[in-house]
């Protein structure tokens, strides 16, 4: 029998606002977060959140301030989502609810910011310096739990852009193993110069918007997000599900997919097949679709070998910009928003599909009944991971 996990709640923050609301409108209207000229980075485009939507860390915790942390609390607090956290809490008790979370970065921000006060200078930083609860990775797992007042297993995984979406697998292997009753997922990143400039220096960044499987696509936009879901074990009536998971690790290259898509191809067919439904019961992929050449091409691939060309396929990168470690998480809610209203989300900015891409690509937002919806999600390294999410039967 195919176990499945309910999305008991979700709550998220991205550069198209804060929740439910403020997310499908931006997604209807067709208006996108990335902008140019951000302080950072005044020549990328970039996905920023809004200051005005950030959340102050509750008291008590101040040595846990860092804008990773914040954006991490707005997305709690979005959407009613903690308030279904202290549901769980009272059906369960706060020992039994685990913490599993996914970023890339944690609050590096904040230390960039005193290693560049103390430039020249051969002073250590301020003993002070709380890098212990702000910029170490599992950092922001002590962090949710702590805001969540959660006493039950928790860790933090950093797998680059497979981070978050791996965290639904290791929530469901928690369940199983009867070692929580609920388990609070996600993944949180913030805009930081490690990643856009990094990433800029790996030359895979876009001139200007993104354009994921356009014919004229030349790279990823990075973003920042906070994204949460809440899983328990079983159905419920009226809340959509995970039904599947897959995970490989093909170690192809550092930053270059396998060509012919070999890990993300055994992570479809192993989300498919833990799910227990065929290819052809798929009714949308939110892809992965990072506007890299490379990358959209391979996925692709995926996609078509594992799924088929008829499936309709949309990438929300072009709206949100790719959130990194956040992105799994972020996506995941999305689809679950997708599987809720009714819609297959499109892929904005991409107006001439590339005549190489064999996948069915929407440029354009439909509506339309949806049963099973798969989200992917492919890292650095080849660690990649698909989810299925859908009704349950």
Known sequence: MTRSYRVAGHGLVTALGAGREATLAALLGCRGGLAAGDRLAPEMYVGRVAPELEQ??????????????RLAEAALRTDG???????????????????FVGTSTSGIRETEQAYAARAGSNEALPADFPIRTTHRISALADYVAQSLGLTGTRAATGT???????VFAQAARALDADLCDAVVVGGVDTLCMTTLHGFRSLELTAAAHCRPFDADRDGMAIGEAAAFALLERGSHSGDAALLGYGESSDAHHMSTPHPEARGARLAL??????????PRSVDYVNAHGTATRLNDRAEDLAIAGEIGTDVP????????G????AAGAVESVLSVLALEEGLAFGTLHTQRVDPEVQSRILTDTEARPLRHVVSNSFGFGGNNCALVFGWDA
């Open 160 to 166: 680059a852009c497979s981070s978050s979406a791996k």
């Open 322 to 325: 790719h959130t990194l470690g």
């Open 269 to 278: 067919r192993r989300a498919l097949t833990q799910a227990g439904i065929a």
């Open 313 to 320: 396929v949309g990438a929300t990168k072009g709206w949100t």
């Open 56 to 69: 102050p860390v509750p008291e008590g915790l101040g040595n846990c301030d860092c804008r990773n942390h």
């Open 81 to 99: 989502f903690a308030q279904r956290v202290e549901a769980a809490v009272r059906r369960y008790g706060a020992d039994r609810i685990a913490v």
